[in-house]
T-cell receptor, first 115, second 112 residues
Framework: NAGVTQTPKFQVLKTGQSMTLQCAQD?????MSWYRQDPGMGLRLIHY???????DQGEVPNGYNVSRSTTEDFPLRLLSAAPSQTSVYFC??????????????FGPGTRLTVL | AQKITQTQPGMFVQEKEAVTLDCTYD???????LFWYKQPSSGEMIFLIY??????QNATEGRYSLNFQKARKSANLVISASQLGDSAMYFC?????????FGKGTRLHILP
């Protein structure tokens, strides 16, 4: 199993550009989520999905869109990048049940810089 | 809304000593779960330990144990016999329904 994969690893954008951060998992996990990590702020939940076709907002959803057309993929879209979106982005997945199966498996992260 | 607080932004501990990392949470839901993750300087997130709100015993995983005090809404991580490789950021997180909320983290430095 590859686990959770994220592409790209690094990205530089100009203000106003759009892009999609890719996330895929091969563990048949129902639950997937996106976080951003900023210095001193910990990880903040952007959007999450409890299964294909179902998404919901987290703590900081503004400026980001998601969709979940398959169980495996959960892309994060930045429609018009802003410098405030400079961050490290983590995708995570889990089975979505209670107990140890709620353990989140994290991707390696994408470091995004918006100029 | 649930909230999770880690009050120690940084800690310095001598190698081989035990370490306690604090975590308090605030939720009105009787059913929830608590996690601890480690993030070394390489950046990956590593799962350490999980405690469910209905679990009667404190969770343990090797050198890691969770000091769960439900009435005080506290879920401190205890690392026994610390090692240099334990130097990292440590995050506490709470899961309720479908949302997982992280604390801001504690940076642990293990001194030789």
């Amino acid at each position: 199993n590859a686990g959770v994969t994220q592409t790209p690893k690094f990205q530089v954008l100009k203000t106003g550009q759009s892009m999609t951060l890719q996330c895929a998992q091969d563990m048949n996990h129902e639950y997937m989520s996106w976080y951003r990590q900023d210095p001193g702020m910990g990880l903040r939940l952007i959007h999450y999905s409890v299964g294909a076709g179902i998404t919901d907002q987290g703590e900081v959803p503004n400026g980001y869109n998601v969709s979940r057309s398959t169980t495996e993929d959960f892309p994060l879209r930045l429609l018009s990048a802003a410098p405030s979106q400079t961050s490290v982005y983590f995708c995570a997945s889990s089975y979505g049940d209670r107990g140890d199966t709620d353990t989140q498996y994290f991707g390696p992260g994408t470091r995004l810089t918006v100029l | 809304a649930q909230k999770i607080t880690q009050t120690q932004p940084g800690m310095f501990v001598q190698e081989k000593e035990a370490v306690t990392l604090d975590c308090t949470y605030d939720t009105s839901d009787p059913s929830y779960g608590l996690f601890w993750y480690k993030q070394p300087s390489s950046g990956e997130m590593i799962f350490l330990i999980y405690q469910g709100s209905y679990d009667q015993q404190n969770a343990t995983e090797g050198r890691y144990s969770l000091n769960f005090q439900k009435a005080r809404k506290s879920a401190n991580l205890v690392i026994s016999a610390s090692q240099l490789g334990d130097s990292a950021m440590y995050f506490c997180a709470i899961v309720r329904d479908d949302k997982i909320i992280f604390g801001k983290g504690t940076r642990l430095h293990i001194l030789p």
